[in-house]
């Protein structure tokens, strides 16, 4: 059977070491599922007022965009992913100005891809200066906001996409949750994978308002057990196998620990956009928290 | 020499200060415009008043305002030099005999130790402008052999009122050429850099309105600008 | 060549003749052209004669070249005192010396007075407060920028922007759906977090009609957003027009006065046809001058008052706030030593430093709010105003302007700074770039969202 739930993937790159990782995802996926990868690069925002002028991400010089300089820009993305751009590979190259989350939000909307693949760090290269205005970061905007999944890699460790065997869903029996466990469905059903439903209970006293006596955690643990049955267990019977776990601790340390026992490569959660205190990036919510500590790509689902 | 002086060349220096005066005054406000100068200047007459009598009243106080208070060295040369500039020539009571004999007006007349006082004071703090002239890098800059001119047309009538004050050498020369120097004065008002005399008012009223009217005052702003 | 291709006396009339100017990087072969620039000396010197009257004459001629507005302005503190700096210098010997030659002035002198024009000036009109003739230069300037617009002798950016206003009726190549659509999106993007959250387009004889910077559909769009969400919240009877939406003009920093009048003109139609109450720019100090302090003088409005009665984002804010429209949630307070940016657009030009203060009482704990020094009307500019944050070839002395901010920031202490104006945020977050200095800076809207106490029916149910 083919696999079509990535038709249109839109990769956002700094097209700098810092985005390799995730490149080599991106055209990892979209040659193996012949998808149409829109390779997009935002240049940063114009540094004064309404000027042509831009910090360039890549350089970190000062420089006046104009149709020559994106050309030049294009052509120079292409030398970087040289390696990749195959015949077999249908790909679009696009370069905008702006603000990196918005950008790539922007360019979603008009070309709706059914993936949108973030590094780490994209397009978040200078630091200084944008992460200071109080505008959060790009990937928690990117992950909030977006109409379709989000796939991020992080780490190098997680940058590796082969065959897929394993995928951890983690729920925290929310909406959200549910509209990703079907996406974690569709996907390991299309891939012919085994997913393991988890779910971290915070035991965080800051979290439950006090100790919990271990008597009450397991009796929650419990009931957190029956839920993922009652929600899920029918449509997991589809699948070649399944698993279903709850482990507590704090959440996104339990999930990581989690996915990295089930050899998982794929991690699929919900983003709640409500749960994430906006100022604070770093200490944002569990999906970033996933996203920047686990071994394998996360896909992070919103709508 | 004297009486065509205190005759003719009087009533000429007179009458072409004053009407020069009134002429400029008057052509002053007919070339404000509301579209040129982006004021709405005949809409709002309370706040264009208010805005204007503020700023007139306000900058004519010693340290009345915060430009003048930010800036204490020519403040202080400023109101010496101006005190005695517009008193002296009105309320001198030499000048008062003589404007009440020719002219059958006259107004309260200062004390002769004052007058001398003011009249120094006049002296010294144009000799600081001056040297606030050739000292001060941002004045120097800007200024031209005209403003000296004008420093000398206004200076003239002090010196030579003094000296003839205290008779040195020859009085009724000195007092010729004080007669003619005041004159000189007068005449120059309405055609130099002098017209600041009547036309600070209008300027100064003109920003007042400005800032009255559209600038600030109708949302009730109580600088003086 | 008298009249270059890309530098020349012809305003910028069509979409093509943007993109031809903008091809030429940075202006290069812009400013080569404007060397050769030939000076049309009867028609400044004519000009003249028709506008340059009274006031500006009389400021002229009576100059007793004291010096006293020396220290006043921020570019001669920061410029080392050079004398050249002072600002009775600087217009005496720029539209002092075109009037005293009767326009018949060479290439060079009229390039020197553009750098002085827009470099060596950003019309903050702080020195017109501290001279006591009451001559404000700023005002000069700004005419002057006219005539040399005139002339062809405009900064690249400047000359673009302007385009920008007469094609777009926008200061970037912003279209009326491309606004509509973008504040539809934003909206769309929140409506799960604030239920019920809309952008009424064109509704008629709304209580306020919101008008906005393109920069924000363009780069920010949050900020439409986040202007949805603060109406919304305060329950506001609210519209935004599909047209005459842009509140700004950089046609008004490039003195091309008849683009400035086509640009608020549009605004004011809209006010025409929506009849609102009210209209509500965003937090932008230039333009609420362009279309609520200068905008009626330009369209011919004989009582300087727009069609509708209009407010700074500030007032409305401080309105909201003041009659608990909007509430804050004390604990949310601003709790760390935090300081306020005066645009002199609606501070010292408008009189608007109440309103701001009352915003800092609500939303800052009592104790961390330090003042700058001065403050108020009598407060630095940004160092960006007056369009010198956009022109390339000035960014060396836009930089060194800066220099006044950042002490002054540097002097409260205080790590936050909010800054309810474009272009003083440009400027703060450029110093920060450039110098470092470890701070933050943020418009109001976010900060306010961020401690609202959200009504019950307002909440999203989970
Ligand atoms: C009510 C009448 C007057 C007003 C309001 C007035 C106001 C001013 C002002 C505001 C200045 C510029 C500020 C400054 O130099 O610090 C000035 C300068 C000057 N005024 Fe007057 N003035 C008046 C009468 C006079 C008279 C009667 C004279 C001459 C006798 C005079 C001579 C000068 C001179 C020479 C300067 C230039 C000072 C310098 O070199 O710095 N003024 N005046
Ligand atoms: C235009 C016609 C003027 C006439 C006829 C005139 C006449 C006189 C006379 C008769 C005296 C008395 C001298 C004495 O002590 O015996 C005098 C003194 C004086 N006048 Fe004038 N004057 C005129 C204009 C001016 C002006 C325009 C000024 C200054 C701006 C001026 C400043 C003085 C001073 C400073 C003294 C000496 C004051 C003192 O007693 O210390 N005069 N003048
Ligand atoms: S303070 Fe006023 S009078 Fe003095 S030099 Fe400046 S502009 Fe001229
Ligand atoms: S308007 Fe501002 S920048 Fe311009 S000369 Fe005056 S003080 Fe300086």
């Avoid at chain 1, 979209?30 to 114009?46: D, E």
């Avoid at chain 3, 060397?35 to 500006?56: G, M």
Wanted: neutral net charge; hydrophobic residues 40%; proline residues 4%.
């Amino acid at each position: 059977m083919g696999f079509d739930m990535f038709k249109k993937i839109l990769f956002a790159t700094s097209a700098t070491a810092a985005s390799d990782h995730a490149a080599r995802v991106a055209f990892n996926i979209a040659k193996s599922y012949q998808s149409n990868l829109n390779i997009f690069h935002v240049m940063g925002v114009p540094t004064r007022g309404y000027s042509q002028v831009v910090v360039d991400v890549k350089t970190k010089e000062e420089v006046s965009v104009d149709e020559d300089y994106i050309a030049w820009v294009t052509e120079e993305i292409k030398t970087y992913y040289e390696k990749y751009l195959d015949e077999s590979l249908k790909y679009s190259i696009d370069v905008a100005v702006g603000l990196p989350a918005r950008e790539i939000l922007r360019q979603a909307k008009t070309m709706k891809p059914d993936l949108i693949l973030l590094g780490g760090t994209t397009g978040d290269e200078d630091e200084t200066v944008y992460k200071k205005s109080l505008a959060g970061s790009t990937l928690q905007k990117v992950a909030k906001a977006a109409n379709c999944p989000v796939l991020v890699v992080n780490r190098p460790a997680a940058s590796f996409w082969g065959g897929l065997s394993n995928i951890v869903f983690g729920t925290d029996f929310s909406k959200t949750s549910d509209k990703a466990f079907d996406f974690a469905i569709k996907v390991a059903k299309a891939l012919d994978c085994e997913l393991s439903v988890f779910h971290a209970l915070d035991i965080t006293p800051l979290h439950t308002g006090k100790m919990l006596s271990q008597d009450e955690i397991e009796q929650q643990i419990r009931e957190s057990l029956r839920k993922i049955r009652a929600r899920y267990e029918s449509r997991l019977k589809e699948l070649k196998g399944y698993s279903m776990d709850v482990w507590e601790g704090i959440p996104f340390i339990e999930i990581v620990k989690y996915a990295r026992d089930k050899h998982a490569d794929l991690l699929i959660m919900a983003h709640h956009s409500r749960k994430v205190p906006s100022g604070d990036i770093r200490l944002g919510g569990n999906v970033e928290q996933v996203i920047v500590r686990a071994g394998c790509p996360v896909i992070s689902i919103n709508k | 020499m004297h009486d065509l002086l205190t005759g003719l060349f009087f009533w000429i220096a007179l009458g072409v200060c004053l009407i020069g005066m009134i002429v400029r005054f008057i052509m002053y406000f007919k070339g404000l415009s509301w579209r040129l100068d982006r004021v709405a200047y005949t809409s709002y007459p309370a706040a264009g008043f208010k805005g204007a009598v503020r700023s007139i009243y306000k900058w004519l106080i010693p340290f009345g305002t915060y430009g003048w208070r930010t800036q204490p060295f020519i403040t202080v040369a400023f109101f010496g030099f101006h005190i005695g500039a517009v008193m002296i020539p009105l309320f001198l009571l030499g000048h008062s005999l003589f404007l009440k004999e020719k002219l059958g007006i006259s107004f309260f007349t200062l004390n002769a130790t004052f007058a001398d006082i003011l009249t120094w004071t006049v002296v010294v703090s144009a000799f600081f402008l001056v040297l606030r002239r050739m000292v001060l890098p941002e004045v120097r800059i800007m200024t031209t052999l005209y403003d000296y001119f004008i420093l000398l047309i206004s200076i003239a009538p002090f010196i030579t009122g003094l000296l003839a004050r205290y008779q040195v050498g020859d009085y009724s020369f000195w007092l010729n050429m004080h007669i003619f120097c005041g004159e000189l004065l007068l005449i120059a008002i309405p055609f130099t850099k002098l017209s600041h005399v009547f036309l600070f008012f209008a300027s100064r009223a003109q920003l007042g309105m400005d800032f009255g009217i559209k600038r600030g005052g109708m949302k009730g702003t109580k600088m003086a600008w | 060549m008298p009249e270059g291709k890309f530098c020349n006396k012809k305003p910028i009339d069509t979409a093509e003749g943007i993109n031809e100017l903008l091809s030429d990087t940075s202006g290069n072969n812009y400013y080569k052209e404007m060397e050769k620039l030939e000076i049309d000396s009867d028609l400044l010197w004519k000009t003249i004669q028709n506008t340059c009257k009274s006031r500006i004459r009389t400021w002229l001629e009576i100059c007793a070249h004291c010096g006293m507005c020396a220290e006043s302005c921020f570019l001669y503190q920061v410029n080392g005192r050079d004398p050249k700096q002072v600002p009775a210098y600087k217009i005496q010997s720029t539209l002092g010396e075109i009037i005293r030659k009767k326009g018949k002035v060479d290439n060079k002198f009229m390039r020197d007075t553009m750098e002085v024009a827009w470099a060596k000036c950003t019309c903050c009109n702080r020195c017109g407060t501290y001279c006591p003739h009451g001559i404000d230069t700023g005002i000069m300037f700004g005419y002057l920028r006219g005539l040399l617009y005139q002339q062809g002798f405009v900064p690249w950016e400047l000359k673009i922007g302007a385009g920008m206003h007469r094609v777009y009726r926008a200061q970037m190549d912003v279209t009326d759906e491309d606004f509509v659509d973008t504040f539809e999106w934003m909206v769309e993007e929140y409506e799960d977090d604030y239920p019920g959250l809309t952008v009424p387009v064109d509704v008629e004889g709304a209580d306020i009609m919101y008008t906005v910077n393109a920069r924000e559909v363009k780069h920010y769009p949050e900020d439409l957003a986040e202007a949805a969400i603060l109406f919304h919240i305060a329950g506001e009877n609210w519209t935004v027009p599909s047209k005459g939406w842009e509140q700004t003009s950089l046609a008004m920093f490039a003195g091309d006065w008849a683009a400035c009048k086509m640009q608020v003109e549009t605004v004011y139609e809209a006010m025409e046809r929506l009849k609102p109450v009210r209209m509500v720019g965003t937090e932008c100090g230039h333009a609420h001058r362009a279309t609520v302090i200068e905008g009626p003088y330009w369209a011919g409005r004989k009582n300087g008052q727009p069609p509708a009665e209009s407010i700074h984002y500030v007032e409305w804010l401080a309105e909201a706030l003041n009659t608990g429209k909007l509430k804050i949630d004390p604990h949310k307070r601003i709790k760390e030593p935090v300081t306020l940016q005066d645009s002199c657009n609606y501070i010292r030009n408008h009189g608007l430093k109440k309103a701001t203060r009352d915003i800092m009482k609500h939303i800052v704990e009592p104790g961390y709010f330090i003042e700058m020094s001065p403050n108020k009307e009598h407060n630095y500019c940004c160092g960006g105003g007056g369009g010198f944050n956009g022109i390339g070839l000035f960014r060396k002395q836009r930089n060194i302007a800066l220099i006044t901010k950042r002490d002054q920031i540097l002097a409260t202490g205080a790590k936050l700074v909010l800054a309810p104006c474009h272009n003083c945020w440009d400027a703060i977050r450029d110093l920060e770039e450039e110098y470092e200095i470890g701070i933050r800076w943020s418009f109001l809207k976010p900060i306010v969202i961020k401690m609202l106490e959200i009504p019950e029916h307002l909440q999203p149910e989970e």
